[in-house]
């Protein structure tokens, strides 16, 4: 089965820190995508990143999918309390493409 | 709007007593899925449907029941709950099955079992 190592499992940063956070897959990835959840409630859709170099931004959130496309990273510019939630990436899996499955999540908490 | 609906949003039952958590989309998806999202062990897919009489099994299907007998509705079954499927459960649909396509969550239904 697919497997997604998140790293770290938890951040607390200060107000204005960069941050980032990883995603490691045991298999290539067809597609990788970024959701954030605020604690205890549903998971919003952030970003997909299907190519091997791929980089996408959206305000201060960037993703990248590496070359190889096993691991992808997401970085947070000048984070924000609003920035604070669970980070979960997720992913296709490659023998059954109707099958998918997520890493672990990072918890985030910005330090206002 | 477009949405993805879970009813109930919290439920607290006992043991053995059948429940169903209903689950409904208006943005005409073929696909729809249930995860469950226990500490620790991420998001768990439990099964997903391709479309209107198609489901298949995820990862932690044991205990559960799903049918999808009109393209909108996708309900989970627990005909004998036990307390080890006390976790927080979340309904997703996308337009198409299949790869590169986003998927959109419902809000989360809280369940214990006593």
């Known amino acids: 089965s697919q497997e997604l190592e998140q790293s770290p499992q938890s951040l607390i940063v200060q107000e204005g820190k960069n941050l980032t956070i990883n995603c490691t897959s045991s298999?290539?990835?067809?597609?990788l995508y970024w959701y954030k959840q605020k604690y205890g409630e549903g998971l919003i859709f952030l970003m997909m990143?299907?190519?091997?170099?791929e980089e996408k931004s959206h305000e201060k959130i960037t993703a990248k999918l590496d070359e190889k496309k096993q691991q992808s990273s997401l970085h947070i510019t000048a984070s924000q309390p609003s920035h604070a939630g669970i980070y979960l990436c997720?992913?296709?899996?490659?023998?059954?493409?109707?099958?998918?499955?997520f890493g672990s999540g990072t918890k985030l908490n910005v330090k206002p | 709007e477009a949405q993805v609906t879970q009813n109930p949003r919290y439920l607290i039952t006992v043991t053995g007593k059948k429940l169903t958590v209903t689950c409904s989309q208006n943005?005409?998806?073929?696909?729809m899925s249930w995860y469950r999202q226990d500490p620790g062990l991420g998001l768990r897919q439990i099964y997903y449907?391709?479309?209107?009489?198609?489901?298949d099994k995820g990862d932690v299907p044991e205990g559960y029941k799903v049918s999808r007998k009109e393209k909108r509705n996708f309900p989970l079954i627990l005909e004998s709950p036990s307390p080890n499927q006390t976790s927080l459960y979340f309904c997703?649909?996308?337009?198409?099955?299949?790869?590169?396509?986003?998927?959109?969550f419902g809000p989360g239904t809280r369940l214990t079992v006593l």
């Open positions: 990143l299907q190519k091997g170099g």
């Open positions: 943005m005409n998806h073929e696909y």
């Open positions: 449907s391709m479309n209107v009489e198609v489901t």
């Open positions: 298999k290539t990835l067809y597609g």
């Open positions: 997720g992913a296709d899996s490659l023998g059954n493409f109707n099958k998918f499955y």
């Open positions: 997703a649909s996308s337009f198409k099955t299949g790869r590169t396509d986003t998927q959109y």
